[in-house]
């Protein structure tokens, strides 16, 4: 399916420190978007990779897209207990999109 | 530009009860989305419309759940009847259409608790 797989599901981390989040998929991909959702809330869009590029960045937050290995990777610069959330990738075809099951994100102050 | 606005924010319902859930999405947007989250778990679509028509309604449970796009603006989903295993969140987002790819923005939600 094209539902992203995100590893670890949960992980633990100092203020300051950073933070890597991995996203797998097993279907071709137009693009792949990066989300955030804080307790009891919506999600929040952070960040979209098209396929045929191969890194971003936008403030502390860097992604890169491996469409030969159909995996991507969040990397969250210097952590604050404001970045403490679940992250969701969601590849997608299109304007269809196929979100996983997260990576809880605990920043410890 | 207003977000995306849904209502109610909390229902309570008993098993076999019916409900249903409005979603308003940011002016312009052709895309809408309704989806289900259980505790837990990513959200999970549930039916796509582009403007007024269904684009993907693959996981949507028919026997009891139905979601329909008047005019190609607001949105209602409605269950009936309800399960214990409806309780969830239910997101409504929105997207553009033409040009992509777009970002989804998504409402708070609609908490909803069967009992």
């Known amino acids: 399916s094209q539902q992203g797989e995100e590893d670890p599901q949960a992980l633990s981390i100092q203020e300051g420190e950073n933070a890597t989040m991995n996203c797998s998929y097993k279907?071709?991909?137009?693009?792949l978007q990066w989300y955030r959702q804080n307790s009891g809330r919506g999600l929040v869009h952070l960040i979209l990779?098209?396929?045929?590029?191969r890194e971003k960045h936008s403030g502390r937050l860097r992604v890169t897209l491996d469409t030969s290995k159909k995996s991507s990777s969040l990397l969250i610069t210097a952590s604050r207990a404001a970045d403490t959330a679940s992250y969701f990738c969601?590849?997608?075809?299109?304007?269809?999109?196929?979100f996983g099951t997260g990576t809880s994100l605990t920043v410890i102050p | 530009e207003a977000g995306v606005a849904q209502s109610p924010r909390y229902k309570i319902i008993e098993k076999r009860q019916s409900v249903a859930f409005w979603c308003n999405p940011i002016?312009?947007?052709?895309?809408l989305y309704w989806y289900q989250q259980i505790l837990g778990q990513g959200p999970k679509l549930l039916i796509q419309?582009?403007?007024?028509?269904?684009?993907?309604d693959s996981q949507l449970p028919k026997d009891r759940f139905s979601a329909e796009r008047l005019k190609g603006v607001d949105s209602t989903l409605k269950i009936q009847p309800a399960k214990l295993e409806d309780s969830a969140v239910y997101l409504c987002?929105?997207?553009?259409?033409?040009?992509?790819?777009?970002?989804?923005?998504f409402g708070p939600g609609t908490r909803l608790t069967v009992t």
């Open positions: 279907t071709s991909i137009n693009n």
């Open positions: 990779i098209r396929s045929n590029e």
């Open positions: 969601a590849p997608a075809t299109g304007n269809q999109f196929y």
């Open positions: 987002a929105s997207s553009l259409l033409v040009g992509g790819p777009y970002e989804q923005y």
């Open positions: 002016s312009g947007h052709a895309t």
């Open positions: 419309f582009q403007n007024n028509g269904v684009v993907d």
